[in-house]
Every structure is written in C-alpha cells, then in structure tokens.
C-alpha cells in the first residue's frame, strides 16, 4: 500500500486559513470515510484533529475542519494561530490486510 | 483518562531481538482494536501492526511481516511486540495506539508517549 501524497509544506499568516490537501486512491480515501488527521509538535506524540473526514473529536477546536472530493482529501485551518505550527499526517482506512496507511506528512510554519 | 504507556525500547545490534510493550488504563481495554505505528527519525508515521480485541484477527505491514509478532494480555490491559531480526531500517519511536471497538477503522484516538528502538552495531 503506497503512502498518501502530502505538501511537504504550507505556510500562512496568523488569522489567515490555509488548506493541506492528502491524495490516495479509490481503494482507500476515495473508497471509504474513514480519513483522518492528526497534529504532531517536535518530540510528541500524534494528536487526533478529525475522523471520519470531518468529525472533531471532542476539545479540538471548530478553526479545524475536514472535507473530501474523490480521492483527495483536506484539513482546512481556519484563523492561523502560533500554536498551529506543526506536522499534520493524513490517513485513511484501505479495507486490505493492510489495512491503514499515513501520508507523508505535511509542516504548516506560522509566519 | 485514557493512558498508553510504551516501554522496552533501547539499543539493538543488527539481527537482534526486542519485545516493546504497552500499558493500558482509563478504559476497557479488551473492547478496543489496538496497533503499532512507527516514526523513524525525522520522518513520517508508518503503521506497522494491529491486533483485534479477541487477538482473532491480526495485520502486519509488508516492511514487518515475517519478523514481528503482535500479541495482547486482556487480562493485563498490555500489548505487546516481539520484533525479531531487527534492521537498520527498524529504527524508529514506537507507538502504540488505540484503535475501534467493533472493527478496525484505522482512526487512532489515543496514542503513547512512544519508545525509542535503534538497531545499530
């Protein structure tokens, strides 16, 4: 199962949104609902943001949100914050006896 | 609250053996689908295993298959990995992380602080 293609980057300003894309194949984010994203600041551990592409688990704030378009999916960041500044993983469901796979990740900078 | 404590981790010659373990607390482990993700050293997340609440159904990923060994203690609340014949590549922090209760849907809302496995000579 291959790995879900991310920006390496995004960048944006505080109060700006910005948008990170994760692209897969109909055998998994285009297949299934079962997309996730996570957070992950230097030297801690991943942080569920969104399941089920655009559920927020509970304490997550609503600046964080999830759509999907086929085989692409997105995390949208809406009113930038400092504290935003991290690595954000996508991930989907595969249905396979492999069953989950990550992106590559994706380092949003708080200008 | 939910807690997942990693441990074992440590420095491993090339062929080596470790057995990583996971405890845990805050809720009814033997519910739960559980599994292993790993991030090697300034890379992205890789998952690596996962292990049905029952232990009746089992997954590994094609880069571990064959040399590691997922298993869990309900009675304990532990999950555990046996990794065998350890590569370079191995080297990685290890996580465990809380999957479903019904089935696997690969949204992981829990994670461990990690363990840190290094295979080297």
């Known amino acids: 199962q291959s790995a879900l293609t991310q920006p390496a980057s995004v960048s944006g300003s505080p109060g700006q949104s910005i948008t990170i894309s994760c692209t897969g194949t109909s055998s998994d984010v285009g297949g299934y609902n079962y997309v996730s994203w996570y957070q992950q600041h230097p030297g801690k551990a991943p942080k569920l943001m969104i399941f089920d592409v655009n559920s927020r688990p509970s304490g997550v704030s609503n600046r964080f949100s999830g759509s999907k378009s086929g085989n692409t999916a997105s995390l949208t960041i809406s009113g930038l914050q400092a504290e935003d500044e991290a690595d954000y993983y996508c991930s989907s469901y595969t249905g396979s006896s492999t069953p989950a796979v990550f992106g590559g990740g994706t380092k949003l900078t708080v200008l | 609250q939910v807690q997942l404590v990693e441990s074992g981790g440590g420095l491993v010659k090339p062929g080596g053996s470790l057995r990583l373990s996971c405890a845990a607390s805050?809720?009814?482990?033997?519910?739960?689908?559980m599994s292993w993700i790993r991030q090697a050293p300034g890379k992205g997340l890789e998952w690596v295993s996962y292990?049905?609440?029952?232990?009746?159904?089992?997954y590994y990923g094609d880069s571990v298959k064959g040399r590691f060994t997922i298993s869990r203690d309900n009675a304990k609340s532990s999950l555990y990995l046996q990794m065998n014949s350890l590569r370079a590549e191995d080297t990685a922090v290890y996580y465990c992380a809380r999957d479903g209760v019904l089935a696997v849907t690969a949204v992981f809302d829990y994670w461990g602080q990690g363990t840190l496995v290094t295979v080297s000579s």
């Open positions: 292990i049905s609440s029952s232990s009746s159904t089992i």
């Open positions: 805050g809720f009814t482990f033997s519910d739960y689908y």
